[in-house]
């Protein structure tokens, strides 16, 4: 049982108030019963607003039920269908154009594009590598992954492959950072640089072992060493190439994270304070070395008239709450009910970002003083409007000024696409992010047509008017409300962090989209894809996309992707409900049974996928829509999960902690996973976190007796 202590008729776990009192709130200058009595109102106040907002979801949806039920497979009658739209209040009038008024945002948000990671925040270690992933060797990037076109082989350092990678580094500064003539890899020093550039305002200083250099709002830090094993081989003298890379990461509360109860809470909220403060380290082995990882310094630099410079050594750090479905037990309400988890969050982020707020020397995660919250899977702009309050009133209980908190609107979800220039506007005062994602997309799109039929194929979605339209509307729309120069517009994930040259050849086009980022999966995908926006001046593309007017409709964006009759082959009934099956289960059975919430899962084909909720809704949704509409049956369903929980135990055989799901198939994780697909058609938006919590609880009782 969970020990309580009631504070202001709220019953909160002790581990919670134990964090909040000891940890978080010295410091702050807010004392304990404040901060309670000021919880205890926003639970009050807006726990009955959220649930208002929760049934309004399932009331839509089931009128969207019933028109398609009615009206089965693709919309023959747009306008019939919008019309319908409007009627219910799904599709709400579109305002006069406006832009957002969102201040004091920081340069990594409004002006600099580059990549962005999304890491685990339960996980210090990759919080900590995050965080300092604003840096990465482009040497080290290139020669140790794929990039090159080939893998390092074993057995120590190759001249030839690192000749390789000097050469790949020298051809990109010919085309970011090109000279009045000759090539870089042509130069024997360094020491008239700036004169040698076509250029010269892309040379910015002299810093501690090396030359900074810019181009693009990026920086590139050569690095001088003539002692150096690479650098003594360099005409030049260049040891490495050091460039900004993650200018900013997403510290996740959310989807890679599997937090269900109030130890898990007290977890993430202290690996933020942590951040937050500066004083986050980890111990961290490998091999036979054993270290402490903290937050990387700031950099020095001074310019060609003597003055002295700083560049930030670290990621700006934004951090995701929970979106407005769930509960969790660590605190019970005056009624005895789980609170809503968003609103736990709002609070203690929030309280936990103000030690970065108050510092007064130091390293600072935002200069401009405010705090960056990313809220996920928001539905309509009632919900954004919700979300607004919600900070304001966390504002006014924490004392700050109003609008501190800057908030990212993930358009994730179908009912937020449709609105997004209505759900901007609701969050105009402290917009300061929005992206597009595929996966939870998909998901919602597959969810809330479930009745209109059986859909497409998994991989065919990418290839659908809808998608095209989604993403090309998410950067005209976020342009024609005055993002750029004061907000992020991002792309979504790379899952495949093993395949780097594909993402060298592939993720261009998320900066030649028009967005000023896109997530990448690791630090040294980072670095990769940073080159990407080395080539590609976005704020110059915004500007040309922006006067371009739109480049898709509505009518696109809500095109359903219904199947055009069933004439799949059994072989292509099989292998889609097989991968489908397999990513689920090796999702699933580490969620459940080892509380991760996001890592490299391999596919049927044993190709290593980053996996997180987003990515198991899609796959729920899809066979559980074509078990719905008899594409196969609840046989055909049990033979292929139990033969993918074959292979899923197989590739983890060589984890001490794995626990096989066959050939009993009675554990805790492998029953969650066909409970996603069996009960996946009346899951409140067809979200895996209901089903996830619940398996990961009962698992959890059961170690702790």
């Excluded at 892309?202 to 002692?227: M, P, T």
């Excluded at 982020?349 to 970065?356: E, I, K, S, V």
């Excluded at 342009?479 to 750029?484: E, F, I, Q, S, T």
């Excluded at 996973?673 to 059961?702: C, I, M, N, W």
Aim: glycine share 8%; with cysteine.
């Amino acid at each position: 049982m969970t020990e309580r202590i009631e504070k202001h008729g709220l019953k909160i776990a002790a581990e919670l108030v134990d964090f909040i009192e000891s940890r978080a709130l010295p410091g702050t200058g807010i004392a304990a019963g404040d901060f309670w009595a000021a919880m205890s109102r926003l639970i009050n106040t807006f726990g009955p607003q959220n649930r208002a907002l929760l049934a309004r979801r399932q009331e839509l949806q089931a009128q969207l039920d019933q028109w398609h039920g009615a009206h089965p497979g693709k919309i023959h009658d747009m306008a019939a269908y919008k019309a319908f739209l409007r009627e219910i209040g799904y599709l709400l009038p579109e305002g006069p154009d406006f832009r957002i008024e969102t201040q004091n945002v920081d340069a990594e948000i409004a002006s600099i594009a580059g990549p962005q990671l999304v890491v685990p925040i339960m996980n210090a270690r990759y919080a900590l590598n995050a965080a300092n992933a604003r840096w990465g060797s482009l040497y080290d990037a290139l020669y140790g992954t794929d990039a090159l076109g080939d893998l390092p082989v074993d057995g120590g350092y190759s001249p030839e492959r690192g000749a390789r990678v000097v050469a790949w580094a020298k051809a990109f500064l010919d085309d970011v950072l090109p000279l009045g003539s000759g090539k870089w890899a042509e130069l024997e020093n360094l020491d008239d640089i700036q004169d040698r550039l076509l250029n010269p305002a892309q040379y910015s200083g002299i810093s501690k072992g090396g030359i900074i250099l810019n181009n693009n709002g990026l920086h590139l830090y050569l690095v001088i060493n003539r002692d150096h094993p690479i650098g003594k081989t360099d005409p030049a003298g260049i040891a490495d190439i050091l460039i900004e890379s993650a200018v900013s990461a997403i510290m996740d509360c959310e989807d890679s994270v599997a937090a269900v109860d109030a130890a898990d809470k007290v977890l993430a909220y202290g690996n933020w304070l942590g951040l937050m403060k500066g004083d986050l380290s980890e111990q961290v082995t490998k091999g036979d070395k054993t270290f402490t990882r903290r937050l990387d310094p700031d950099y020095d630099y001074t310019d060609t008239n003597g003055l002295q410079h700083t560049l930030k050594g670290r990621a700006l750090m934004l951090v995701r709450n929970v979106g407005h479905l769930m509960t969790n037990p660590a605190i019970l309400d005056r009624d005895g009910h789980e609170v809503a988890e968003g609103l736990m969050d709002a609070m203690v982020t929030t309280l936990c970002a103000m030690h970065d707020l108050n510092k007064t020397e130091g390293a600072r995660n935002s200069l401009n003083g405010s705090v960056y919250v990313v809220k996920p899977k928001m539905h309509g702009p009632d919900e954004v409007a919700f979300a607004d309050a919600l900070f304001s009133a966390v504002e006014a209980a924490l004392g700050l000024a109003q609008y501190t908190v800057k908030l990212g609107i993930m358009d994730e979800e179908r009912r937020t696409s449709v609105n997004l220039k209505q759900c901007i506007r609701a969050a105009r005062h402290r917009l300061a992010f929005i992206n597009t994602g595929f996966l939870d997309r998909t998901g919602d799109e597959i969810h809330s047509s479930m009745q209109a039929g059986a859909m497409i194929r998994k991989g065919d979605m990418k290839n659908t008017p809808w998608i095209a339209a989604y993403e090309d509307q998410n950067v005209d729309i976020g342009l024609a409300c005055g993002l750029a120069g004061r907000a992020q517009i991002g792309k979504g994930m790379w899952a495949m962090p093993d395949l780097m040259a594909d993402m060298l050849a592939d993720k261009i086009a998320h900066p030649m989209a028009g967005a000023n980022t896109a997530w990448v999966p690791s630090p040294t995908a980072a670095t990769l894809h940073a080159t990407h926006y080395h080539r590609v001046d976005v704020k110059a593309l915004q500007s040309e996309i922006a006067s371009g007017g739109a480049r898709s409709s509505l009518d696109e964006l809500l095109t359903i992707p219904v199947a055009d009759g069933r004439n799949w082959s059994a072989d292509e009934i099989r292998d889609e409900m097989e991968n489908n099956a397999q990513g689920i289960l090796g999702y699933v059975v580490r969620w459940v049974d080892q509380g991760i919430g996001c890592s490299k899962v391999p596919d049927i084909h044993d190709v290593a996928l980053m996996e997180d909720r987003a990515t198991c809704r899609i796959s729920s949704q899809h066979m559980a829509n074509w078990l719905h509409h008899g594409v196969v049956s609840v046989d055909q369903v049990h033979a292929v999960m139990q033969r993918m929980a074959t292979v899923v135990d197989q590739q983890n055989s060589n984890d001490p902690l794995y626990r096989p799901m066959a050939p009993g198939f009675d554990g805790f994780a492998y029953k969650a996973a066909l409970d996603l697909v069996f009960t996946g058609v009346r899951q409140s938006g067809g979200y895996t976190e209901p089903v996830l919590h619940v398996s990961r609880l009962k698992l959890k009782e059961r170690i702790n007796g």
